[in-house]
């Protein structure tokens, strides 16, 4: 009888002869003795993937495929005490009274400061006129009374803005408009 070589990885003998099969991955008849588990991470460790492999197509398993280990949240504080010295370092306001219900005309040195505060007893609307160069300020009102305190830019009465009372504001200016970025 005869023994037909079926390719390279069969290796076949008259006395002994032995199963072949085909290898999933190459495709090629190889010893079925030699065929072996393709395996892969998947989830926390190693699976077989269902593949019977020979030994020279096999393909180690690459760790990249696990599930990440992500470790948990660090236990929370029971009853925390926060550090008093970062609540005292604020941004210092520039405080400007503007009671009454005469116009405010702010300079540039006084608009540099970027941190207003507006306090007082207002009599009549106030309008606060900003000098047009390009800023992003914030404004807090804390102005009384039954009138309206707002910011524009100096001559150009279609940028005004309403100031709300106790809120604090910041406001964009693009020497030409004035954008309000962020009620708080």
């Known amino acids: 009888m005869r023994v037909r070589n079926h390719g390279k990885y069969t290796k076949m003998s008259m006395?002994?002869?032995?199963?072949?099969?085909?290898c999933d991955y190459s495709?090629?008849?190889?010893?079925?003795?030699?065929?072996?588990?393709?395996?892969?991470?998947?989830?926390?460790?190693?699976?077989?993937t269902g593949y019977k492999v020979h030994p020279k197509?096999?393909?180690?398993?690459n760790p990249q495929d696990?599930?990440?280990?992500?470790?948990?949240?660090?236990?929370?504080?029971?009853?925390?005490?926060?550090?008093?010295?970062?609540?005292?370092?604020?941004?210092?306001?520039?405080?400007?009274?503007?009671?009454?219900?005469?116009?405010v005309t702010l300079t540039v040195d006084q608009f540099e400061n970027n941190n207003f505060l507006f306090n007082g007893i207002l009599t009549g609307n106030v309008v606060i006129s900003l000098p047009a160069t390009f800023n992003e300020f914030f404004v807090l009102n804390a102005t009384t009374?039954?009138?309206?305190?707002s910011v524009q830019i100096i001559n150009n009465?279609?940028?005004?803005?309403?100031?709300?009372?106790?809120?604090?504001?910041?406001?964009?200016?693009?020497?030409?408009?004035?954008k309000i970025i962020n009620p708080n």
Do not use: C, W
């Not at 009374?145 to 305190?149: K, P, V, Y």
């Open 15 to 22: 006395t002994n002869p032995r199963g072949i099969a085909r």
């Open 27 to 48: 495709g090629l008849m190889v010893q079925h003795a030699l065929l072996k588990d393709q395996m892969a991470y998947r989830g926390q460790g190693l699976v077989k």
């Open 57 to 61: 197509f096999y393909d180690q398993p």
């Open 66 to 103: 696990l599930t990440p280990l992500i470790k948990p949240d660090p236990t929370p504080l029971i009853n925390p005490r926060p550090d008093s010295q970062i609540d005292v370092i604020q941004p210092s306001f520039l405080i400007l009274d503007v009671s009454g219900d005469m116009d």
């Open 145 to 149: 009374g039954l009138f309206t305190l």
């Open 157 to 178: 009465y279609a940028s005004r803005i309403e100031l709300i009372n106790q809120q604090k504001m910041l406001i964009s200016n693009d020497s030409v408009n004035l």
